[in-house]
């Protein structure tokens, strides 16, 4: 298993963070950390196989709806974010999105 790498944003107001998930040579970005307080999901980025499939996405989406307090609507697979606070505050919605991300 490879270990993921970090970009950094080059935003001059909001700083971020994006996780790089190298697999088969190709580049993944799953989400982003905002100096905001909020982690969105990158949808726009996942088209590369294995999301390229459009229902995968959409499982994706609906593991993320599982996590405690967040409530995305079908049509999300944009740009969705969660507070950073919700996930601070509780253990079982971090958990969730570790799980929704493994």
Do not use: C
């Amino acid at each position: 298993m490879q270990l993921p790498r970090f970009t950094w944003g080059k935003g001059k107001v909001d700083g971020s963070f994006i996780p790089v998930l190298d697999h088969n040579g190709q580049p993944h970005y799953p989400l982003a950390v905002y100096t905001y307080g909020r982690l969105e999901i990158q949808f726009q980025w996942l088209t590369r196989p294995p999301f390229d499939d459009l229902e995968l996405r959409h499982e994706f989406l609906s593991r993320l709806n599982g996590i405690p307090g967040v409530s995305f609507p079908e049509d999300a697979i944009t740009r969705p974010s969660i507070q950073l606070s919700l996930l601070a505050t509780d253990p079982a919605a971090l958990q969730s999105l570790k799980d929704a991300l493994d």
